[in-house]
């Protein structure tokens, strides 16, 4: 196999590798049953003109299964950050006691279970999408190979490689929405 094969195989893989965690990064923010730092990922806050992650203005703990509290490192954050969760809309309602921020987590209804189910194959369907665009790019760099001069057998070959990574790779993103679906709707 000559060097150029092997450097297409393996920028492939690596754009594979960055989908499967680009996926497992947007699984972390859809909540399951339980209370999580990651749930609050998505929010940011306006940090003197900046928007900052939340957890970068704020410590972040759950100290129960239902209840995630937020101990803003400077005080006169807690309306800001208060107000940087309702507008993340992520359905939680935050009670400020003057010190601490607290969120009581809710129990997940069926019909949210499904929404986030929903959302979770929609992520995997991307993370698809990705694995997809690698496959192609790839076979598009073997071609050009092929025309090039590379023999047919070579390429025909590295086509195969392409193609059993892509399958590898998809089956992972089947496996990891199973393993999501079933977090999710376990109640």
Do not use: W
């Amino acid at each position: 196999m000559t060097e150029e094969i092997e450097f297409i195989l393996d920028s492939a893989q690596e754009s594979m590798e960055g989908s499967i965690g680009h996926l497992e990064k947007e699984f972390l923010n859809i909540r399951a049953g339980k209370a999580s730092p990651a749930m609050l990922g998505s929010v940011f806050v306006d940090y003197y003109g900046s928007s900052t992650p939340l957890n970068q203005v704020a410590k972040i703990s759950v100290p129960d299964a239902r209840t995630i509290t937020l101990q803003p490192f400077e005080k006169n954050m807690l309306q800001t950050i208060e107000k940087a969760i309702m507008i993340a809309n992520l359905g939680f309602n935050p009670m400020n006691n003057g010190d601490v921020i607290i969120i009581s987590v809710p129990p997940l209804t069926e019909d949210r279970r499904r929404e986030l189910a929903k959302q979770a194959k929609a992520e995997a369907e991307d993370a698809k999408i990705g694995i997809r665009n690698a496959r192609k790019d790839a076979n598009n760099d073997i071609k050009k190979l092929e025309k090039d001069g590379t023999s047919e057998d070579i390429c025909k070959s590295a086509e195969e490689d392409v193609q059993n990574l892509t399958n590898t790779y998809i089956k992972k993103i089947d496996e990891l929405l199973a393993a999501k679906e079933a977090e999710i709707m376990k109640v």
